[in-house]
């Protein structure tokens, strides 16, 4: 049995809902603070409620501020957010989407006509050059500046989209740090990139993957799941954290974001209502971690850094098996 204790980060894309603004007939208009803050009976149920759990249990998480949606909003709507974040003693890092880039152009209507943005060809950080990838991280530690907040030490790509030309951005910017990868729902085409757990190291940069795990294997297929808080049941969690403890597999990153808390048919409307499954998840999660510290030691990105890149590179790389029965029973348990 392994006594060293099991590092654990609980990680939040915090972005703004583009809204299927791109998609003919181009009626819908990008979602701000709304797609953040949901009221429901004069309490928060979106990002406050997570706030106010993670306060509960005296737990810190560490947020990955979008920052490339500026180039609709402004700076100052998700400079509020951060702030909130921030102010509750909360880790505040990098998030870019590079698709908000195009409300940059003064003719976006004409050119998203023409060119149909997607996911994969216009909000992948990694396909862009080494020029543009470092112009966006850039201009995100700009922004976080403006914000008065701590300067970032670590990046997450939009969608877990990235290269190695990321890490080589990266550097140029003064970023030691990143969670750019999440085998469960991206495979890079790099296959050095093909990264499940564990701490690594790209162009002098840590990369800390989100975590992947095995949940079915059925003739000699294996399906990867990412550790997420709406893709997992609490006893899905649980078994792989104890894994990962027993296999000496660290740090074990879990990924959410604020609209899983929501149900989607009520997203954004007044009398949105809470996605109860989710909700009841993310609060076991949260009391086992707080019930078990000293197995468990949750810790932020920017907190375990120093410890981290003292740590042998590469780390261990182990894609963990869940139980079949478990994934089964996913629809029917929280």
């Excluded at 940069?205 to 997420?228: M, N, Q, R, W, Y």
């Amino acid at each position: 049995m392994n006594k060293t204790k099991t590092d654990v980060v609980i990680s939040f894309d915090i972005e703004f809902d583009i809204n299927n603004a791109f998609t003919p007939p181009y009626q819908h208009k990008p979602r701000g603070k709304e797609s953040i803050y949901c009221v429901n009976d004069n309490r928060d149920i979106g990002l406050g409620y997570i706030l106010d759990t993670l306060n509960k249990y005296d737990l810190k998480a560490t947020f990955f501020v979008e920052t490339c949606n500026t180039s609709y909003f402004g700076s100052s709507s998700m400079g509020d957010v951060a702030q909130d974040i921030f102010k509750q003693g909360h880790d505040v890092q990098l998030h870019i989407h590079p698709a908000w880039e195009i409300f940059q152009k003064n003719d976006w209507h004409d050119f998203v006509a023409q060119h149909s943005p997607s996911s994969d060809s216009h909000d992948n950080l990694g396909q862009l050059d080494q020029t543009m990838q470092t112009q966006l991280i850039k201009k995100g530690l700009s922004l976080f500046s403006e914000w008065q907040l701590p300067r970032p030490i670590a990046l997450r790509a939009g969608n877990l989209f990235s290269s190695s030309i990321t890490y080589q951005a990266m550097r140029e910017n003064d970023l030691p740090i990143a969670s750019n990868i999440g085998m469960g729902i991206h495979v890079p085409k790099e296959e050095k990139l093909h990264l499940y757990s564990g701490i690594h190291k790209f162009d002098d940069i840590l990369e800390v993957p989100v975590t992947s795990f095995c949940d079915v294997v059925f003739l000699g297929c294996v399906h990867k799941k990412l550790a997420t808080l709406i893709g997992m049941s609490f006893a899905e969690m649980k078994q792989l954290l104890h894994k990962c403890h027993d296999k000496a597999v660290s740090p074990a990153v879990f990924l959410s974001h604020v609209s899983e808390f929501i149900q989607p048919d009520s997203q954004y409307e007044s009398g949105s209502k809470s996605n109860q499954t989710v909700c009841q998840r993310f609060e076991r999660l949260c009391q086992f971690l707080s019930d078990n510290r000293d197995t468990y030691n949750t810790t932020t990105i920017s907190s375990a850094y120093e410890t981290w890149k003292s740590l042998p590179i590469n780390g261990k790389n182990e894609l963990i098996s869940t139980s079949i029965l478990l994934a089964l029973m996913r629809g029917l348990s929280s």
